[in-house]
């Protein structure tokens, strides 16, 4: 019976520790919480944007988005989730930019000069929405037809 008494007194020993470890290991909410800064962003459109992209200042990484919606204006509210021990002055303006003609899209920062910061829940002021790559294409392409079409009438008068 000794033995036995052993045996479960190691077993309940045991499946305690499981559970302590366990419930460490599950409690990622709340220890994440004060691992970050959210705030908010709204932006008149954010082409393809999205959750998990990077948030970044000065081309280093600080934070990502984690949440996209829809406001009742029908603009983009972007929630972006900061690194601890990041201060963003209040008068930060935010921007969307593009990684290279065809990457990926990020967030980044060119901080102001106000001596107080961002705190979670608040909103930039001061958002540039995405550029649309397609539509200065089409700028570039129907710029360069319309010259095109003015030299060859230069050219044909030339001729003439």
Known sequence: MNE???????GL???AVLVLVGSFSFRTDKV??????????TF??????????????SGIKIGEVSKVTLTDKYQA?????LDTGIQIPTDT?????????????Y????????????????TFDFAQSSVDVQEIMDLIIGQAKANRDKIQKQ??????
């Open 4 to 10: 036995d008494v052993k045996a479960i007194t190691m």
């Open 32 to 41: 994440n919480a004060a691992d970050h800064t959210e705030v908010m962003a």
């Open 93 to 105: 303006a935010v921007a969307i930019h593009t990684e290279s003609i065809f990457g990926s899209k």
């Open 13 to 15: 020993f045991t499946l």
């Open 44 to 57: 008149g459109k954010i082409n393809g944007l999205s959750v998990g992209d990077e948030v970044r200042m």
């Open 77 to 81: 509210r972007v929630r972006l989730k």
């Open 155 to 160: 050219l044909e008068a030339l001729k003439k």
């Open 107 to 122: 967030v980044t920062f060119s901080p102001g000069a106000e001596e107080e910061y961002m705190e979670t829940g608040d």
